[in-house]
C-alpha cells in the first residue's frame, strides 16, 4: 500500500513516470485500455481494432532505462512463474532448479492494430499466483489481466503444458 501510494504521488509530482510499475494498479486492465484508448483517438483508429506488441527490454530494473520508449509505454514489476527469461536469447526459458518466481525484464507495450503471431507463446499475466478469479460485473476474471506474445526457441505448447505465467504480485 505505502509502495503503492509513493508511485502516484512521484507521478503527480514528477509527471508522467518513464516505466510504469504494473502492480501499482488495482485494475490494470483499465489503466492498459486508456493507453489504447489514447492511441486510438490520436491515431484516428478504432479502439477495437488496437492490441499490443511487446518488446522487451534487456533490463527488469526501470532505473537503467535511458527516458520513455517512443511508442508505447514501459511496463515493469511483474514476476514469471514457471519460466525464466534469457537475456541472451531474448526468449523465455526454464527457470533454475528451486526457483519459485524470477523478476520479469521491462516491456515495451505498444499499440498496434492487431493481429497474432503463432509461434510465440501467449504468455497470460495474472494478478496473484492463484490463477482463479470470479467474473466481475462486466463478465471478465478478477485475476486475468491479459496474454502477451513473448519469444520462444521452443514449441508455443512446451510453456503451455508447464503453466508458464507472469504474476503482477507475489503472496509474501
Known sequence: MILRFAFFRDWIDGGIPIAYWISSFYFPQGFLTSVLQGYSRSN???VDQLSFEFVMQDTSDPHE???APEEGIYIHGLFMDGAAWSYDDMAIDDQEFG?????????????????????????PIYKT???????STTGHSTNFVLAIEVETLMDPSYWTLKGAAMLTMLND
Open 99 to 123: 526457483t519459485m518466481f524470477v523478476k520479469s525484464p521491462i516491456i515495451n507495450f505498444i499499440p498496434w492494430k492487431a493481429e497474432l503471431v503463432w509461434e510465440k507463446y501467449r504468455c
Open 129 to 135: 499466483s492463484i490463477r482463479a478469479g470470479t467474473l
Open 65 to 67: 532505462l535511458e527516458g
Open 44 to 46: 484516428m483508429i478504432p
